[in-house]
């Protein structure tokens, strides 16, 4: 059983920062790529930010420069660094992580999703 579990979500006026974590657990082999998506109201979700186990990242556009991802190995853990907020970064965002645990004889690889959490960015 694994789980991934978010926090540091929340409301922050326009320009302010939010740092999220997000922490895996349970039987796990070991993590591949890590990321956040995020979705907004009557919009599909979208990757914002990733990181690869070797700490290769990659950023949507309109992030770049003001979201920083980084990953802790030992803790199993990848945070997202969100700075100079904007009202269009307000959506729900999700910890995704592609995870090998044991299954049966083999290994088993697969996606794996945090619950979201809320950021509100107000103007």
């Known amino acids: 059983q694994v789980q991934l579990v978010e926090s540091g979500g929340g409301l922050v006026q326009a320009g302010g920062s939010l740092r999220l974590s997000c922490a895996a657990s349970?039987?796990?082999?070991?993590?591949?790529?890590m990321g956040w998506y995020r979705q907004a109201p009557g919009k599909q979700r979208e990757l914002v930010a990733a990181?690869?186990?070797?700490?290769?990242?990659n950023y949507v556009d309109s992030v770049k420069g003001r979201f920083t991802i980084w990953r802790d190995n030992a803790k199993n853990t990848v945070y997202l660094q969100m700075n100079n907020l904007k009202p269009e970064d307000t959506a729900v965002y999700y910890c995704?992580?592609?995870?090998?645990?044991?299954?049966?004889?083999?290994?088993?690889?697969?996606?794996?999703w945090g619950q979201g959490t809320q950021v509100t960015v107000s103007s």
């Open positions: 995704n992580a592609r995870i090998a645990t044991v299954e049966g004889l083999g290994l088993s690889i697969k996606d794996y």
């Open positions: 990181t690869t186990s070797g700490g290769s990242t």
């Open positions: 349970g039987s796990i082999v070991s993590i591949n790529d």
